[in-house]
């Protein structure tokens, strides 16, 4: 069975502090992909990175990096100097490869990360 | 270019009626999925479809069911609603068949049965 798990339910720091949100998953496949989607009070879910299973290079765009650990089954993301704007709900999700008719990716519970000006 | 459109954006209904929940997908999009993201959880995945077929179902009832038109535009319909049923639910386009792919989503139709 897959399961993802964002322990973090709810982060505040303040503006400009570095803040990871952490991801820990199961699968029993070697091969699958992991999401980040960011979901800001609109309502709408915006992609932020998709990672497959055979690529454990670390990743980063702008402020934002990820860290992913197939020993540890995590995949972690880092937003550096943090800015308000960055306030939203974030999810990690997975999805077992190859997909089929009944694989569907499946999302953690989600982090809402609050930065304070 | 649009994105991703949902009507209606807000609705209220009482139990045991039916409601039907619309998705157009981005121009040239081919594939559109469904959620159900109740209060505090993340989305669940309902159905998938792909030129017009459905590719993938979630673990919902069978009050839930959905369709594809020629133009890739999508509707999600639920009978028989349950208190249970409120919640956002997201419709996502693609320009692959494949849950792995990039998806795009709208800004939901947020449900509630009273």
């Known amino acids: 069975a897959q399961k993802v798990t964002q322990a973090q339910t709810e982060i505040s720091v303040v503006e400009k502090e570095d803040v990871t949100l952490d991801c820990v998953y199961e699968?029993?496949?070697?091969?699958?992909?992991l999401f980040w989607y960011k979901q800001p009070p609109s309502g709408e879910l915006v992609f932020l990175i998709r990672?497959?299973?055979?690529?454990?290079q670390n990743e980063i765009s702008g402020r934002y990096s990820w860290n992913f650990q197939k020993s540890t089954s995590s995949f972690n993301f880092t937003i550096t100097a943090s800015q308000v704007v960055d306030s939203a709900v974030y999810f990690c999700?997975?999805?077992?490869?190859?997909?089929?008719?009944?694989?569907?990716?499946?999302f953690g519970k989600g982090t809402r990360l609050h930065i304070l000006p | 270019d649009a994105g991703v459109t949902q009507s209606p954006t807000h609705l209220i209904k009482t139990r045991g009626q039916h409601v039907t929940l619309r998705c157009s997908p981005i121009?040239?999009?081919?594939?559109v999925s469904w959620y159900q993201q109740v209060l505090g959880q993340g989305p669940q995945f309902i159905f998938q479809?792909?030129?017009?077929?459905?590719?993938g179902r979630g673990n919902f009832p069978d009050r839930f069911s959905a369709r594809q038109f020629p133009n890739y535009s999508s509707e999600l319909n639920v009978n028989a609603l349950l208190l249970g049923d409120s919640a956002l639910y997201l419709c996502?386009?693609?320009?692959?068949?494949?849950?792995?792919?990039?998806?795009?989503f709208g800004p939901g139709t947020r449900l509630t049965v009273l």
């Open positions: 996502a386009s693609s320009g692959q068949g494949s849950s792995y792919n990039e998806q795009f």
């Open positions: 699968t029993r496949d070697t091969t699958y992909y």
């Open positions: 990672r497959n299973s055979f690529d454990e």
């Open positions: 999700a997975l999805i077992q490869l190859p997909a089929n008719r009944d694989d569907k990716i499946i």
């Open positions: 121009s040239g999009h081919k594939s």
């Open positions: 479809y792909y030129e017009k077929e459905e590719r």
